[in-house]
């Protein structure tokens, strides 16, 4: 039986740097792990096919070869994906369909013939199991939260790695925390499940040996929602990392407790860590206690940042505004938080309630939700469902100042060059010469950003900035700036949009 696993177009978000691509040579950030992890879940004797539609464009000779298709995406990709079942069923091919964008109850996508709810380790072999037994049924659900031994390493014959700027691992699933805007309890769970030490580094040492070279992102809720583990992880990756000369850099998302442990970002750095996404969501102590983010209340955010930044360590700062307790100077307070801690990408959505959170269920009550939640409430307030104390008129004024006091390149390069300050190069990655790809990435953004660009003056003053006060960071400034220009040129377009 011929498998086509289909992953629907993204629309333009912060989150997916499509104005960036173009300088990095690559055609989207990230593959999807969970149709490589389908895919290797499949009968060996089935032929399989992987369309990502933000690497190219599903066609007709794909349809025409499957017999069968599985499809999974995020809410924000509904209306690819609403597109991908009409296709689908036009063709004939049998459909498949899960993910998270069905983790809440939906009536606005096509019924499909095999629906898919929770984790696939648990409902695709039933499915399976009972498709040879000929009396498929149309929708599996998983019972509980499985555990992870069992879940096969992604099949990466699928993708071409030239087309990616990164490749997904996962260590464990499900956070710790009761954030009550948080969906991922719902999704995964709160109890963090998680693989062990020499099943993490046979995934590592099978991305090597299928040649990639670079970044890795643990796609985890919290890398460290089982401190435990991810010591035990970031020690063999540290043996792993010695004995095969750094071959990769990584990426996660973590808690800010990971500054609390003297041990840990100093774990992660010798590992090769490089960057880590945390949820400071906002300086306002009054928001955290509203939110129930009590792990970020009585603390010194910033100094939290800076230990990490002194480990070589990249902080990309996810924020929200629009909390009730958010008071009228939150956009000004949290701008000028962000310059203090010099973050250089700052993720600042509007506040949304996913359906299943207990902010959901609250704002339901108080009859102060606009529909459902794509998921995109950054620079694009399709995901924003929810009717501010502050007015939404309030919000959207204050919400545009912000991203252009943090986007606009005067601000934004004197935030990267405080950032450079504080940053301590990692002593453990070993030292290179540029690749030729690197080369011919930094050429197009010397043509893109100071030759084309308007704001080129801006550009030829950070880079001189940073070449004469940080040589040794110099293509961490380069690597950092071409996020930000991504960044303005969506915050330049939200800005202008009618809203």
Known sequence: MN????????????????????????????????????????????????????????????LAWADIAFIGAMAIQAQSMEEVIRRCRAAGVRICAGGVIYA???????????????????????????LQAGRPRTMYRAEGFPELAGTPPPQWELINFSDYLTMPLQVTRGCPHDCDFCHVAIINGRRPRSKDAAQVMAEVDGLYRAGWRGPVMFVDDNFIGQKAVARRVLAALIDWQTKH????????????????????????????????????????????????????????????????????????????????ADPPTIFE????????????????????????????????????????????????????????????ASLLSGYKRLLTR???????????????????????????????????TFLRVVWSMGIKDPDRRSFWSFMVTALLRFPRLFPVAVATIIGGYHYKILTRRFVATPH
């Open 245 to 324: 000369s750094y071959p990769f850099i990584f990426l996660s998302q973590a808690s800010v407790e990971v500054a609390d442990h003297a041990d840990l970002p100093a774990l992660l750095q010798r590992a090769g860590f490089v960057q880590l996404f945390l949820g400071l969501e906002t300086p306002a102590a009054a928001s955290l206690a509203e939110c129930n983010k009590k792990q970020n209340l009585n603390r010194d955010l910033v100094e939290a940042v800076r230990i990490i930044q002194q480990h070589g360590i990249d902080v990309l700062g996810g924020f929200i505004v629009g909390f009730d």
């Open 104 to 130: 809440t109850p939906r009536d606005d996508l096509r019924p499909v013939d095999h629906l898919f709810l929770g984790e696939v380790e648990d409902t695709l072999p039933q499915f399976l199991a009972d």
């Open 3 to 62: 498998a086509l696993l289909i992953y629907p177009g993204c629309p333009a978000t912060f989150w997916s740097l499509k104005e960036a691509l173009p300088l990095l040579s690559a055609r989207a950030t990230i593959p999807p792990l969970g149709l490589l992890t389908v895919a290797a879940m499949l009968p060996e004797s089935w032929p399989k096919r992987l369309v990502d539609m933000n690497v190219r464009p599903l066609t007709d000779q794909d």
């Open 406 to 440: 943090l986007y606009e390149p005067e601000p934004y390069y004197r935030r990267v060059v405080d950032f450079l300050g504080h940053y301590r190069p990692n002593p453990y990655l070993p030292g290179r010469l540029p690749t030729g790809t690197e080369i011919r």
């Open 333 to 392: 307070e949290m701008a000028e938080f962000i310059e203090e801690a010099a973050l250089p990408t700052a993720m600042v959505g509007a506040l949304a309630a996913p359906p299943g959170t207990r902010l959901y269920a609250r704002l339901a009550a108080e009859n102060r939700l606009t529909g459902q939640s794509d998921g995109d409430s950054i620079a694009n307030l399709s995901g924003m469902n929810v009717l501010p104390l502050m007015g939404r």
